[in-house]
Nanobody
Framework: QVQLVESGGGLVQAGGSLRLSCVTSGSTFNFPAMGWYRQGPGEQREFVAALHRDGTTTYAYSVKGRFTISGDTENRVDLQMNSLKPEDTAVYYC??????????WGQGTQVTVSS
């Protein structure tokens, strides 16, 4: 049973930083991509950042230049979040893409940015 376990969420003031981590368990597979999504209050889940198997990265426009994704697509992916804004408040979910199957999701970690 593959699990994605997130950690590192919390409460931070606007302008501050947080680092999220996601670790896989029960898998030695090299996923096509691993990344992060978020869901704010009353909003739909949205893409934040992804690390691809070939080492490239993609970011949502709203976080580009402030967030950095790092790690690998087998065991661990981190999200360094700097210059946080109140609108970054959300539950952040780790995601692992799979070929020809639905992705794996973590349980989510809350990030709250106070103004």
């Amino acid at each position: 049973q593959v699990q994605l376990v997130e950690s590192g969420g919390g409460l931070v003031q606007a302008g501050g930083s947080l680092r999220l981590s996601c670790v896989t368990s029960g898998s030695t597979f090299n996923f096509p991509a691993m990344g992060w999504y978020r869901q704010g209050p009353g909003e739909q889940r949205e893409f934040v950042a992804a690390l691809h198997r070939d080492g490239t990265t993609t970011y949502a426009y709203s976080v580009k230049g402030r967030f950095t994704i790092s790690g690998d697509t087998e065991n661990r992916v981190d999200l360094q979040m700097n210059s946080l804004k109140p609108e970054d408040t959300a539950v952040y979910y780790c995601n692992a893409q799979r070929d020809f199957a639905s992705p794996y999701w973590g349980q989510g970690t809350q990030v709250t940015v106070s103004s």
